[in-house]
């Protein structure tokens, strides 16, 4: 049995290692617009099982394939990864002080099986200065993260508490994951070291 994980995030590979696990990298390509009307739950339910079955469909039912889909809430807005700096600077500028939430669904596919779940955790942020947010962007890799930071990076010192899963805010709930999988009768001692191709699916 393989794993193949259905997505293009380093941070989801390096926690799924950290479990023992050496996933086959197959990177989705879908369309990942939100439709109008459409809820937060039913979008970041469609795009994750889309991504799977972007994967899954090429021929890799005999294969577990793992999607996720992760976003940033603030109040009712959807926080995406920054235009450019002065855009995260904004962002992180939104954040300071404030709740926010991250959300992420998980999808599993395997053979006529397909799960879905999805966890949320809050996240507090400390007051932020002007002068702190310019050395975290000036230090900090930001333009790849939604929300404009990684918890388990710099911005770190900027998290006050949090209410979840931390690995979560990291892309990936690892103990929600590990429960589907047992739902599905698949345990971590199913698979055999994985490959570390990386695939682009055009």
């Not at 404009?148 to 949090?162: D, L």
């Not at 345990?187 to 055009?202: A, C, E, M, T, V």
Request: proline fraction near 4%.
């Amino acid at each position: 049995m393989k794993f193949i994980l259905a997505s293009a995030s380093p941070r989801r590979r390096e926690l799924l290692k950290l479990i023992g696990l050496d996933p086959r990298v197959i990177v989705p390509s879908i369309n990942e617009e939100r439709k109008p009307a459409e809820s937060l739950e039913k979008f970041i339910e469609r795009i994750t099982v889309s991504k799977g079955y972007s994967v899954y469909n090429e021929q890799y039912f005999d294969s577990v394939v793992l999607s996720a889909d992760t976003i940033v809430l603030l109040e009712d807005t959807i926080l995406g990864k920054p235009l450019d700096r002065n855009d995260a600077f904004n962002i992180l500028r939104a954040l300071s002080g404030n709740r926010h939430e991250v959300w992420t669904g998980i999808s599993l596919l395997y053979r006529d099986k397909m799960l879905f779940d999805q966890t949320r955790t809050a996240v507090y942020f400390e007051e932020i200065t002007d002068q702190e947010i310019d050395y975290y962007l000036d230090n900090e890799t930001y333009s790849d993260k939604a929300g404009a930071y990684a918890i388990q990076g710099k911005a770190s010192v900027f998290v006050k508490r949090i209410e979840g899963c931390y690995f979560n805010v990291m892309g990936l709930p690892l103990h929600l994951f590990m429960q589907m999988l047992k739902k599905i009768d698949i345990h971590l001692y199913s698979f055999p070291p994985g490959d570390n191709r990386i695939h682009n699916q055009i």
